[in-house]
């Protein structure tokens, strides 16, 4: 045996030298993490799964779709027994009964009887049915056939073959043929397709009827948001008021609640439909829970709007398209239409729109008007884009005081015959000599022969409270401000308010935020047009609009202050009002400062010239020639009795008792004398100022120059 040892593995090569291994470094000990279990984990896992929103998303979509199969199978088995039974006709006299209309019942309880009547004799006609449909079927045969016969006997004699006397029927018998043929190959198909086309059909009815759980519903039906109204969806939202004889009523209408509602109506940028109560509940009762029938509809409180119709126990609902009153209205006729004009008697201020969307123009002739509402929220852009409108018609005269005076109303001057602008005391005294100065002139105008016309003065007033809260005394006592008989702006208004319209004298105020003390209650229950803007209380919606305008429905105390900037609710003759409701709600146009004084320069150049004036209070001396002048202006020529009433605007005290043998008597020798021009009394411009630069006091003609 050979001492020689094969090794079969080579050894292993000695490792190569490393470098000295690194100190090793202390590391504090770790906490001990404890260990989870197993099934907690699957839980939180689970938990997770379970609470994710997209599982949430596919079981809802699972859900839905599936019980859309089912409530579609539901309703088709539902309006299939309608059809075939009384139960339409039992659900309308239950619905009549629990509406208290008993005549409406016994004319549902007459047709179900005919129904019935009808379905019992053709019950009755099946059971001759058979016999008579086997008569019907030889006859029809027998029919048929000969009519084959004869068909193929005329076929033989034309083509001199007898063999053709068969064609026809063989024909026939081919055709039966070939349908046996069709049906047994497409008969497979058809049974296996029509369940399932069957089910489709069920579950499209579903959908469309949104037959499944509110949860299970899309997000946005769920919310509701932009829900078109349906008579399903008034109903719930009645029935879920809160108010018992109403959901009692509803619960015991079973399906056919919806008989309660007339025709929804597109009306503008909603719908609109009339509800009439059962018996038991009052009109009140939803008018009063109008935010919560607005949630019930899933819109917001200021997008329904509930008035009463002429008919009884009925209410009127406007339902606005979701977010649709938030979107702003185009712009007014007077700034897109340069050759717009007005006319005061039988025209109509474009004021803004409806929230049908239609157009509403306001008629100011002859009608007093008023319009409040809160600090900031377009009061007087709304009034002035009135007051432009008619300073459109040239006959139309303006006295303005503005006693808020932030220039607002600047752009009349060289239109009103009086604009004062400032809200101090001063300016109040200056407001308050103003009316009555209207006043003298109405008392003049009503002392003229029967079946004069007059040209029309507006009176206008903006910030009045400021003339109502004014403190001072006069040197005679009596106070500009308050509400009682002694007090004379007061006093004024209430004269113009009793008789100035009839000689059309008019007095257009603008107040803020209404109380008893800043607006008394016989100035503005005096005018013909009321109109408010947001209020913060029902009790000033009273104040501004009047009782009977707000338990018609008028609400501008549930306007949202700075949300509906120029939205008015109006109460008057001059503007169409749908039939049975007391007031309308209007969003008006807004005509910034720069649009309307554009609009003013137009209303300028209609007219020969207006200057104007500032009440002058002080007792010095007067120069008639002088102020003559100065009423005239730049006017070619002006009426006398047009100068006879910028002279008492300029100064009561001094021209207020002119007429116009004194406005002849200080003119005759001096060049200037009065003259006819169209067949009127006038007094020209170019000689009034030859008479004063042909005097001899050179501070008279300097102060003409």
């Known amino acids: 045996m050979s001492d020689n040892v094969v090794h079969l593995y080579k050894d292993p090569q000695p490792a190569p030298e490393q470098d000295a291994p690194a100190p090793l470094t202390a590391v504090p000990d770790a906490p001990d993490t404890p260990v989870v279990p197993l099934w907690v984990r ?16 596919a079981c809802r979509f699972a859900v839905r779709h599936g019980l859309y199969a089912w409530g579609g199978t539901r309703i088709v088995a539902r309006r299939a027994w309608d059809g075939r039974t009384a139960a339409r006709y039992e659900r309308m006299l239950r619905t009549a009964e629990a509406a208290g209309n008993y005549e409406a019942a016994t004319e549902w309880e007459e047709r179900g009887q005919r129904f019935r009547d009808a379905r019992h004799r053709r019950r009755m006609d099946l059971l001759t049915a058979p016999i008579d449909a086997a008569k019907g079927a030889a006859a029809g045969a027998g029919m048929f056939a000969g009519g084959l016969l004869l068909l193929g006997i005329v076929l033989a004699v034309a083509n001199e073959d007898f063999t053709e006397i068969a064609t026809p029927t063989m024909a026939v018998v081919q055709l039966i043929q070939w349908l046996v043929l069709v049906v047994t190959v497409v008969w497979g198909p058809l049974v296996t397709i029509g369940p399932w086309a069957a089910l489709i059909g069920l579950w499209a009815v579903g959908r469309h009827q949104q037959a499944a759980p509110q949860w299970a519903l899309p997000a946005n039906v769920r919310s509701g948001e932009g829900e078109p109204i349906t008579p399903s969806i008034v109903v719930k939202a009645l029935r879920d008021l809160g108010i018992a004889p109403l ?11 919806a008989s309660m509602l007339g025709p929804i109506r597109i009306a503008g940028c909603g719908v609109e439909v009339d509800v009439t109560l059962p018996s038991g509940v009052s009109t009140d009762q939803v008018q009063n829970r109008r935010r919560k029938l ?13 008035t009463i119709p002429q008919a009884a126990r009925t ?9 649709a009153l938030d979107e702003p209205i185009g712009p007014s006729p007077l700034v897109t239409d340069e050759t717009l004009t007005a006319n005061y008697k039988t025209g109509r201020a474009p004021w803004g729109q409806d929230l049908r969307g239609d157009a509403a123009a306001l008629s100011l002739y002859q009608r007093h008007l008023l319009i409040t509402g809160l600090s900031n929220q377009g009061k007087t852009a709304a009034l002035r884009a009135l007051a432009l409108w008619l300073a459109l018609d040239r006959t139309v005269e303006f006295r303005i005081a503005d006693l808020k005076g932030a220039g607002d109303w600047a752009m009349f001057l060289g239109l009103a015959t009086v604009l004062i602008q400032g809200p101090t005391d001063e300016h109040v005294i200056e407001a308050t ?23 029309p003065l507006i009176l206008l007033v903006d910030e009045a409270q400021v003339a109502f809260m004014c403190p001072l005394l006069d040197e005679d006592r009596k106070p500009y401000g308050g509400s009682k008989a002694t007090s004379r702006y007061f006093m004024a208004a209430r004269k113009i308010h009793n008789q100035g319209r009839a000689v059309n004298v008019l007095l257009m105020e603008g107040t803020q935020d209404p109380t008893d003390q800043n607006l008394p209650k016989l100035v503005r229950e005096g005018a013909h047009t009321r109109a408010s803007l947001a209020l ?25 202050p700075g949300l509906d900037k120029g939205t008015v609710v109006v109460a008057s003759d001059g503007i169409d009002i749908p039939a049975g409701q007391s007031s309308i709600t209007v969003r008006t146009h807004y005509v910034d400062t720069e649009q309307a004084t554009v609009i003013a320069e137009r209303a300028k150049a209609l007219r020969d010239g207006v200057t104007t004036l500032h009440t002058v209070t002080s007792d010095e001396a007067r120069d008639p020639l002088a102020d003559i002048a100065s009423v005239v202006g730049d006017a070619s020529r002006v009426l006398t009795k047009d100068v006879l009433q910028r002279l008492t605007a300029l100064n009561e005290d001094a021209y207020g008792k002119w007429s116009f043998l004194d406005l002849k008597r200080v003119l005759e020798g001096t060049g200037a004398e009065p003259y006819k021009s169209d067949g009127r009394m006038v007094i020209g411009r170019d000689r009034i100022a030859r008479a004063l630069a042909n005097r001899p006091d050179t501070d008279s003609a300097s102060a003409a120059e």
């Open 536 to 560: 913060g209380t029902e009790s000033q919606a009273r104040m501004a609009l009047g009782d009977k305008a707000v338990d018609g429905g008028a609400a501008p105390n549930l306007l949202r």
């Open 433 to 455: 000599e103003m009316l009555e100065g209207g006043v003298r002139e109405m008392e003049r105008r009503l002392q003229a022969p029967p079946g004069t016309e007059f040209p």
């Open 294 to 306: 607005a949630e019930n509809l899933s819109r917001h409180e200021h997008e329904v709007f509930i």
């Open 42 to 57: 699957s839980g939180q896992a689970i938990k997770r799964l379970a609470t994710d929103e997209r599982t949430a998303t």
């Open 315 to 323: 209410v009127r609902l406007w339902v606005a398209d979701s977010g």
């Open 247 to 257: 959901r009692n009523a509803i619960k015991e209408m079973g399906d056919a609640g």
